[in-house]
Structure formats: structure tokens, C-alpha cells
């Protein structure tokens, strides 16, 4: 593993069903994110975790859940999906929080919810 | 409230200069972020200006006037691979990103 992966790359998903997106990265970053993008719209933050064992919510949190069980993995649910999550899933990775802290980015997860 | 804006697209012609505009209004200021995306593609650092003024690397520079809640990035010699989606991001005082829409770049031979 070479940076920062997501799974998986897209999905079509019915309605109400449950939904985990993964991400792991290998740089031993400490902070994580899970950001959506919309057309039309600015990345928007939904759960970030500073370091393994904590998590935060971002703007728009609702309908989903995270977990940091170690400092790698960062995954993402969706408990029971409707269409307005429909949308591209970033996760993303920093050295710590804080000034002057680029964030990687993983390739992304196209959603669909039907 | 918290706001990033960035125009929604330009056309440049390649070889040209084009400079893509952002003002920010965030709850405190730890600096502001600028990240290329090609389509389909995820976002890639660019730069990171926290004090005013102009820092240049290449053929990208950016601009920040803490003041003016305004910042510019700078592409000269523009290449075809330049076209992109340019994303404006300031950093709040609890050290999240706010992100702006982003401004797609069209470049034309």
C-alpha cells in the first residue's frame, strides 16, 4: 500500500440497506477525515479523528458513523442509506491537526443510493 | 457563518497567465489552502499561504491579504494539463477546512 486507499471505488446501494466505506492509509498519519462532494459544492467535512481512539463530527454529520480503532483504518458508515447520500466520498489524511497540515486525499468512493 | 468564494469556471489559452480569485470569511484564520483536482480524480496539494504576501513556487503562485479576506492562485505558461478544478480552503480556528465550490479551469489551445 502506497499512500492512502478507499473501498470501494463504486457502489449502487438500494435504499435502507447498510453500507461501511473503507480507508487505510500507511503514512502513520494521526489525523483522519471523511469528507462528501457535490456538484456544485465545496468539500464538506462529515466525521474527522485527530488520533486512534477519537472521533469528531464535521459539518454534516447525520446518518453516518465512524471508527478509529488504530491509527490506519478510518471507516465510514451508512446505517441505513437514503438518496441525498448519494455523492463522492473522500477520505483524507494528515500528520496531525493543526497549522499548516496538507491533507492526502484517497481516490475517492462514488456512491449511489437508489 | 463561514464562506469560501471562488468563481464557478474560466477559459484560458494556453501559454497564457490566468489568476483564480478566493475571498474566505471563517470563524478565525489559520491560513488558506489551494488544491488542483482533475476530474474524477481526488484533490492534490498546491499551496499554503498563512502570512501576506506572495509565495511562488514554479509555475504557481499564490496570494494572501489577511485584510481583504482575499486570496488569488497564480498559473503562468499554462499547459493543457492544467485543466482542472482549483479548490479554495481556509483553515478555522479549530484547525478545520472550509472548502469553497472550486473554480474549473478550461484551457484552450
Known amino acids: 500500500i502506497a499512500g492512502i486507499t478507499q473501498a470501494p471505488t463504486s457502489q449502487i446501494l438500494a435504499a435502507g440497506r447498510r453500507m461501511t466505506l473503507r480507508c487505510t492509509q500507511d503514512?502513520?498519519?494521526?489525523?483522519m477525515y471523511w469528507y462528501r462532494q457535490d456538484l456544485g459544492l465545496g468539500l464538506r467535512l462529515i466525521h474527522y479523528?485527530?488520533?486512534?481512539?477519537?472521533?469528531g463530527k464535521g459539518e454534516v454529520p447525520d446518518g453516518y458513523s465512524v471508527s478509529r480503532a488504530n491509527t490506519d483504518d478510518f471507516p465510514l458508515t451508512l446505517a441505513s442509506a437514503v438518496p441525498s447520500q448519494t455523492s463522492v466520498y473522500f477520505c483524507?489524511?494528515?500528520?496531525?491537526?493543526?497549522?499548516?497540515?496538507?491533507?492526502?486525499f484517497g481516490p475517492g468512493t462514488r456512491l449511489t443510493v437508489l | 457563518g463561514q464562506n469560501i468564494d471562488q468563481p464557478t469556471e474560466m477559459t484560458a489559452t494556453e501559454g497564457a497567465i490566468v489568476q483564480i480569485n478566493c475571498t474566505y470569511q471563517t470563524s478565525g484564520f489559520n491560513g488558506l489552502f489551494w488544491y488542483q483536482q482533475h476530474a474524477g480524480e481526488a484533490p492534490t496539494f498546491l499551496s499554503y499561504?498563512?502570512l501576506d504576501g506572495l509565495e511562488e513556487k514554479g509555475r504557481f503562485s499564490s496570494f494572501l491579504s489577511r485584510s481583504k479576506g482575499y486570496s488569488y492562485l497564480l498559473l503562468k505558461e499554462l499547459q493543457m494539463k492544467d485543466s482542472a478544478s482549483y479548490l479554495c480552503?481556509?483553515?478555522?480556528?479549530?484547525?478545520?477546512?472550509?472548502w469553497g465550490a472550486g473554480t474549473k479551469l478550461i484551457i484552450k489551445p
Open positions: 479523528s485527530n488520533t486512534a481512539g477519537t472521533t
Open positions: 499561504n498563512v
Open positions: 480552503a481556509g483553515l478555522d480556528s479549530n484547525y478545520q477546512l472550509i
Open positions: 503514512m502513520r498519519h494521526n489525523a
Open positions: 483524507a489524511s494528515s500528520p496531525s491537526e493543526g497549522v499548516f497540515n496538507e491533507q492526502f
